[in-house]
């Protein structure tokens, strides 16, 4: 994680631990929860990676920083933006909001492919600096060219929380509400690392998956009648 090659590995490891047991409880429950599981576990991976990076900041190792951050990006880039509205689109029991659900995710990799790949041909573009004990990603962006990174942090960050926030599940929307959270934090209190605290926090964030499909929180398996406005009474 953002903090240390130590806590990385270590929330890692905690967060592979949590999302394989969560889901081994989705296949008793319904393999419908398995990409919900999967987040945790990928986000854990991440922080493996960005252990990795703090490991070739403290040995001055400038092919283990582009690799691990490359790696790092991917996640960013390309896993959230996709991966997200695809576990709302599983669990999603209402055909116009998976419609819509789906085009997100369809949005999500053509703008990841088009953030992350210009990375792989230009790794120049993707620097690492230590900036408050903390890992700060200076990074180019093709779409720097033709308009404001603003926008494009707002297209990103859309891709990923509207899907759950139009859920027919109620906790599927507090998991939307989690991220919003997660995204003020950031940019109020921790942006001068963004990148990494975002991701970090996204990562610890993924627990509120592992609480959902633990308690069968979306009803897959009873799924009681919907109340008015097509959303579902949950426990």
């Known amino acids: 994680m953002c903090l240390s090659q130590t806590v990385s590995f270590i929330g890692g490891g905690a967060l592979l631990a949590g999302g394989a047991y969560s889901a081994g409880k989705a296949l008793q429950i319904n393999p419908r929860y398995l990409p919900a599981a999967l987040m945790p576990m990928l986000a854990g991976v991440q922080q493996f990676f960005e252990g990795h990076v703090w490991m070739g900041l403290n040995r001055n190792d400038p092919s283990m920083i582009s690799w691990a951050a490359l790696s790092?990006?991917?996640?960013?880039?390309?896993?959230?933006?996709?991966?997200?509205?695809?576990?709302?689109?599983?669990?999603?029991?209402?055909?116009?909001?998976?419609?819509?659900?789906?085009?997100?995710?369809?949005?999500?990799?053509?703008?990841?492919?088009?953030?992350?790949?210009?990375?792989?041909?230009?790794?120049?573009?993707?620097?690492?600096?230590?900036?408050?004990?903390?890992?700060?990603?200076?990074?180019?962006?093709?779409?720097?060219?033709?308009?404001?990174?603003e926008i494009t942090y707002f297209i990103y960050l859309a891709i990923i929380i509207t899907?759950?926030?139009?859920?027919?599940?109620?906790?599927?929307?507090?998991?939307g509400l989690t991220l919003i959270g997660i995204v003020l934090t950031t940019y109020f209190l921790l942006y001068?690392?963004?990148?990494?605290?975002?991701?970090?926090?996204?990562?610890?964030?993924?627990i509120h998956l592992i609480y959902i499909i633990l308690g069968d929180k979306c009803c897959i398996k009873y799924c009681p009648t919907p109340i008015p406005g097509g959303h579902y009474e949950e426990r």
């Open 72 to 149: 790092f990006i991917f996640f960013s880039w390309l896993a959230w933006p996709v991966l997200v509205p695809l576990l709302a689109w599983i669990l999603e029991p209402d055909a116009r909001r998976k419609r819509i659900m789906l085009a997100f995710a369809f949005i999500g990799a053509v703008l990841g492919l088009v953030m992350f790949f210009p990375y792989v041909w230009y790794p120049d573009w993707l620097t690492v600096r230590i900036a408050r004990h903390s890992l700060a990603y200076g990074d180019r962006m093709l779409t720097d060219s033709f308009m404001p990174r």
């Open 163 to 175: 899907p759950p926030l139009i859920s027919s599940h109620y906790h599927m929307r507090m998991f």
């Open 192 to 206: 001068y690392a963004y990148i990494s605290f975002f991701c970090f926090l996204a990562a610890a964030g993924t």
